[in-house]
């Protein structure tokens, strides 16, 4: 008598969707985490909308962590990152650029004191950073290659805005931001700053199908200012839009990381 029940319940399961895994959405741990939830979140269920799939942000605690995940785990279906990062998985794991912020990189030296006019004035002298291999702190020691003639890192900071408040406090005479959080420190000084990189880039490691991948792609160029929900996207993570990616652009970048323990 049951089998006509067991028959029609495989039935209804072979007649119901599978449910598909969730892609991992990876940002860079330039926030705490509960502020990477509230910044990165509302691009994670963008997309999500995007494939009509379940996309699910990853929560890194620090820079040490995601640097070690970058290189060894298999399941960061997507990452959003810097320009360096960016190159490093393109060069060394095969990920593929999917869109990038129009907005170029750029990292600057702030000081608050006057006595500090150039770069030079900070050798021997605390500049907060964010942990390595964060860009600004990569970049520090692109500028300053000498240990015998260098500032003291510190980099003890969890978030961009840690190493502003440390020299408003006078806990060190630098802070290496990028450029648009520096545009909101009128008061403070710049004593250096770096060229223009490649803006933050969202990549795709080769499991993800490329139509999944051209869905998403689409999805990134589409966001605009113009859509209240997309505009909160945007502003979150301080871009105007994106734009299709040119790997040129990323060449040799990797190069950066050359003193990063693992590279």
């Not at 150039?118 to 500049?127: C, M, P, S, T």
């Amino acid at each position: 008598m049951f089998k006509p029940m067991i028959a029609l319940v495989a039935l209804l399961s072979l007649s119901l969707p599978l449910m598909a895994e969730p892609l991992n959405l990876a940002p860079h741990p330039v926030h705490y985490p509960d502020r990477q939830k509230q910044v990165f979140q509302p691009l994670a269920s963008y997309l999500q909308q995007a494939i009509a799939e379940p996309v699910r942000l990853l929560e890194f605690s620090n820079f040490h962590q995601y640097w070690a995940d970058l290189r060894k785990r298999e399941d960061l279906d997507l990452i959003l990152v810097e320009p360096h990062l960016a190159a490093y998985m393109i060069e060394k794991r095969d990920y593929i650029p999917l869109a990038v912020a129009n907005e170029s990189t750029r990292y600057v030296l702030l000081v608050s004191q006057p006595q500090f006019r150039k770069a030079e004035d900070l050798i021997g002298r605390k500049v907060s950073a964010l942990p390595s291999p964060s860009m600004g702190n990569v970049l520090l020691d692109e500028w300053f290659p000498n240990p015998l003639q260098r500032p003291l890192i510190d980099a003890t900071a969890r978030d961009w805005q840690d190493t502003i408040d440390a020299v408003f406090a006078e806990d060190t005479a630098a802070a290496m931001v990028p450029g648009f959080l520096a545009d909101q420190y009128p008061n403070l000084q710049l004593v250096k700053k770096s060229s223009d990189y490649p803006g933050l880039t969202l990549l795709a490691s080769e499991e993800v199908s490329e139509v999944k991948q051209k869905a998403i792609q689409d999805a990134m160029l589409a966001l605009s200012a113009d859509d209240p929900k997309q505009l909160e996207i945007l502003q979150e993570l301080n871009v105007t839009g994106f734009k299709i990616p040119d790997e040129d652009d990323y060449e040799d970048l990797e190069e950066l990381l050359k003193n990063t323990f693992g590279f």
